[in-house]
């Protein structure tokens, strides 16, 4: 059997191209190269920890679902589902939560970031978030895992609490590993210093903005002071940046792009770049599946999911001395 790669992403209102080069591209090329079982899920459970409203979260869920189709991500060689379908994570985010140490979850550094951002809204979802992660990718038997730098700490503790738990009750746990996203970060447009954010929509790039609209966005970007187009994180962030983009979606290396636009100006460049960015997310405009199907995909998906729920919960509760559950 193929080992199990697992990822997910929140719903929490329109994805942009970050999402996309940072998470959805790879989700694809790591479908299509056959070397794993994926499962991709819709992080519903992660939201709560964030200010929602209710009455979208459902829209923002089949949001995330279309995304993951139009990306490139086939309900018939992944399996696609919503997180709260299957409320087990959260139990056995209890039960691991039963052997971490609360300085542990203290460290944590993206905890200190989102509290820092939105201080109004500290809650102990902010904390004990880790955990939930954890219990997605190990209720799961995932072997595999595709994070960014700004998740290795999480999935570290995955590690950690695996061989904690077996050495305790016995060998229940795969050690997840990492796998790298090969994807630079997608800074803001407009201000470079910032991770492209939809906080931040001005210099955001959706994944479902017109044509007109990704043009005036490019056009509008940071480019620094000169007019030479060379890639220069330090002097020129802003133009790194475009160019990071352009090489992303183009599939072309950097130093080509430079060669391209040699002695050339901003404008052509910047023309250029929409009009790849445009063709990249086309599908994005193109593929639009009604509720209903969306809703059949998911549900198709949480059962095959199901199976490899029931039957870890049940080795989990079997290692505990849990009554098991009958009927």
């Known amino acids: 059997m193929k080992p199990i790669l697992i990822s997910g992403i929140q719903p929490t209102g329109r994805l942009h191209l970050g999402n996309y080069l940072g998470a959805l591209k790879n989700f694809v090329e790591l479908q299509n190269s056959g070397k794993y079982q994926c499962y991709f899920f819709i992080a519903d459970y992660h939201s709560l920890t964030i200010d929602f409203s209710p009455k979208q979260k ?29 409320p087990e994570s959260t139990e056995l985010t209890w039960i691991l939560s039963t052997i971490t140490p609360p300085g542990e979850l203290n460290r944590m550094t993206q905890f200190k970031d989102k509290a820092q951002n939105d201080p ?17 990718i190990l ?14 700490q999480h999935l570290e503790l995955a590690r ?18 990492a796998i790298l996203a090969k994807t630079a970060r997608v800074m803001s447009l407009d201000n470079p210093q910032k991770k492209m954010s939809k906080t931040l929509p001005s210099g955001c790039l959706f994944l479902d903005d017109s044509e007109k609209e ?4 490019i056009k509008s970007a940071v480019t620094d002071s000169g007019s030479e187009i060379k890639y220069d994180e330090k002097n020129k962030p802003g133009l790194s940046n475009l160019l990071s983009i352009y090489s992303e979606l183009s599939e072309r290396p950097v130093m080509e792009l430079e060669k391209k636009y ?6 052509e460049f910047k023309t250029d770049l929409a009009k790849v960015v445009v063709n990249s997310l086309k599908s994005f405009h193109i593929l639009n599946h009604q509720p209903s199907i969306l809703n059949a995909i998911l549900n198709s998906g949480f059962k095959k999911a199901k199976k490899q729920v029931v039957a870890k919960m049940k080795e989990i509760k079997s290692k505990l001395g849990l009554p098991q559950v009958s009927g």
């Open 58 to 86: 459902e829209k923002e869920i089949l949001a995330v679902a279309q995304s993951y189709l139009a990306a490139g991500i086939d309900p018939k060689k992944s399996v696609i589902f919503v997180q709260s379908q299957a």
């Open 120 to 136: 109004n809204n500290i809650n102990m979802g902010l904390v004990t978030y880790p955990l939930l992660m954890a219990a997605d």
């Open 139 to 152: 209720l799961y038997d995932a072997k595999f895992v595709p994070v960014g730098d700004d998740q290795l």
């Open 160 to 177: 950690t609490l695996a061989r904690k738990f077996n050495n305790k009750f016995g060998k229940t746990f795969i050690e997840p590993q």
């Open 214 to 217: 990704i043009m005036q966005k």
């Open 262 to 267: 040699y002695g050339k100006g901003y404008g």
